[in-house]
């Protein structure tokens, strides 16, 4: 089944709910589905691993999690492998990136392993419909319907995704009228991010053969190195993503609250379920997704008024696509340390081909570089594939958006220092410090 149908299904839904009719909505689609792949749809479609013979009772409970369950790419049914070319290959085996998909030609189908983090790059190489990714929105709802605080976190690559004249204010206030509290950029966060992995620079790179790797900008791209790259672990910064970043300080400022991540990135999804990374964000929507729930419920971006302004410097905004980052930190360690001896020297990895080609130069030392990053996705996240604009559009946006303002790095910033200040850190030298910054680290 081709993915518009899956798209139909949670249309659908979201309508029922919002009339109040989801049972009997979800009773209607479960009587008429053809067969168990028919209802695997459905149950994705409403954020949930498949329950045969569930009453919508058991759905109800299903749906009252804290935190999303289980898998987040999903298989549904056989496709027959038909689209395997000439060296025995399908199109969903060449797009995964980790080698999570076995090709059964004895039982003519493909399976997903133990190998798969989610990141969602087969669901686009899939043109039947076979793989999808679950839609969180209507265990979301549990919670806007609640007494409980639930904040959107909207990632850097939004600008121009929701109309041309959606400002950040204007969507602030579009989000709230469904219902959650507030709105709150992640490309902050990114400023905040782009000051450690400055100071972390500076204090790790100081030889001609030293080299960083930059832990803040791809999930994808993070597990590449832990899963295909592991010796390389140890020059990764010890830094979370600005997602996470961001979850974390509001749980860290408002107690109880929840976080919803919004962005163009299927692997989001799985980063939020990490282990190590899961108590920043609860949920997590595309922007798609967004924009599916918007016309649904009627709500179009456009027609608000301005909310509160913004809220980044440049830096932060440019995050959104292949090597705004590398750029971002490159101004700041300049300014600094303009006195600096050995400069930052960056090189990106532009979609999972590239990415793989320089850490395989940097194993044989072929690679004349000492700051990395990768993007998982071809233009970065603006390239991602819950993207509603083409990449280039999305660039242009962003690029656009990021010369607004006059605040060219996040030491020109004053809310980064008002955030750190909130949350005890008043030096931005002790954003390398273990126990002061620790809700910005990670170790891998």
């Not at 058991?58 to 000439?86: L, S």
């Not at 400055?198 to 190195?225: L, R, Y």
């Not at 989001?268 to 967004?290: G, H, I, P, Q, R």
Request: glycine residues 6%; contains cysteine.
């Amino acid at each position: 089944m081709p993915n518009d149908y899956y798209i139909d299904i949670f249309r659908k839904l979201v309508k029922a709910y919002n009339e109040g009719t989801l049972k009997e909505k979800y009773e209607e689609l479960i009587e008429k589905a053809e067969d168990e792949n028919a209802k695997k749809y459905i149950f994705a479609a409403m954020g949930l691993d498949y329950i045969k013979n569930a009453s919508f009772e058991d759905i109800k409970k299903a749906m009252d999690m804290k935190k999303m369950k289980g898998k987040i790419v999903v298989k549904v049914g056989d496709c027959g492998i038909r689209c395997i070319d000439k060296d025995g290959f399908t199109s969903c085996q060449k797009a995964c990136p980790f080698g999570a998909v076995d090709v059964l030609l004895e039982k003519n189908i493909s399976e997903i392993n133990d190998k798969c983090i989610d990141c969602g790059n087969c669901i686009a190489a899939c043109d039947r419909g076979n793989l999808i990714d679950k839609i969180e929105f209507l265990p979301i709802v549990q919670y806007l319907e609640s007494k409980e605080d639930v904040y959107a976190i909207i990632a850097p690559a939004y600008i121009g995704q929701f109309g041309e004249n959606v400002t950040v204010g204007k969507l602030r206030k579009a989000l709230k009228a469904i219902g959650f509290k507030d709105m709150i950029e992640v490309a902050l966060f990114a400023d905040i991010l782009t000051l450690k992995e400055a100071v972390e620079f500076h204090k790790h790179v100081n030889k001609q053969k030293d080299f960083m790797i930059t832990s803040c900008c791809c999930p994808m791209w993070v597990a590449m190195i832990k899963k295909l790259y592991s010796e390389l672990v140890v020059h990764v910064a010890p830094s979370v993503s600005p997602m996470v970043a961001c979850g974390r300080t509001i749980k860290k400022l408002h107690k109880n609250s929840k976080v919803v991540f919004i962005g163009p990135c299927v692997a989001k999804k799985a980063e939020a379920k990490e282990n190590d990374l899961n108590d920043a964000v609860d949920f997590v929507l595309t922007f798609k997704e967004l924009q599916e729930i918007f016309d649904i419920l009627g709500i179009n971006p456009e027609n608000f008024c301005e909310d509160e302004g913004e809220h980044a410097s440049r830096a932060g905004r440019i995050y959104a696509y292949t090597g705004g980052v590398s750029k971002a930190v490159y101004d700041t360690v300049n300014k600094l340390f303009p006195d600096r001896s050995i400069k930052v020297k960056a090189v990106q990895g532009n979609g999972v081909k590239e990415c793989k080609d320089m850490l395989q130069k940097i194993l044989d030392e072929k690679l004349e570089a000492n700051f990395l990053e990768g993007m998982g996705c071809v233009g970065g996240c603006v390239g991602g594939p819950k993207s509603i604009l083409s990449k280039d559009e999305g660039r242009k946006n962003v690029q656009e958006y990021g010369n607004q303002t006059d605040m060219i790095t996040p030491i020109d910033n004053p809310c980064v220092y008002a955030v750190l200040k909130e949350i005890g850190i008043n030096d931005i030298y002790e954003l390398v410090d273990e126990d002061k910054a620790q809700i910005f680290e990670r170790r891998f």
